[in-house]
């Protein structure tokens, strides 16, 4: 059984800085691809940007220069380093594993960008 816990939302102006940790329990975190995925209320599902289990990393349009995915094998856990976010960046944020034909979430991060 495999469950993700995010961290390291909050409030934060526009301009600055979050990061974001997903820890993963289980065995397979080092074989997965990981990834983080938002969704704001009243729409859809935006994947922000995957990274694979051999380190390729992938990025929504919008985040691209602002926002960088990283993981740590030895630690289980997946970041997301945001910079420069934005009153668009508010919203919701999940952590994805994926391994073995399975998805599993998280149960999210707030993030609010706002002054």
């Known amino acids: 059984q495999v469950h993700l816990v995010e961290s390291g939302g909050g409030l934060v102006q526009p301009g600055g800085s979050l990061r974001l940790s997903c820890a993963a329990s289980g065995s397979i975190f080092n074989i997965a691809n990981m990834g983080w995925y938002r969704q704001a209320a009243g729409k859809q599902r935006e994947l922000v940007a995957t990274?694979?289990?051999?380190?390729?990393?992938n990025y929504a349009d919008s985040v691209k220069g602002r926002f960088t995915i990283s993981r740590d094998n030895a630690k289980n856990t997946l970041y997301l380093q945001m910079n420069s976010l934005k009153p668009e960046d508010t919203t919701v944020y999940y952590c994805?594993?994926?391994?073995?034909?399975?998805?599993?979430w998280g149960k999210g991060t707030l993030v609010t960008v706002s002054s």
């Open positions: 990274i694979s289990s051999g380190g390729t990393t």
């Open positions: 994805t594993l994926t391994a073995r034909g399975m998805t599993y």
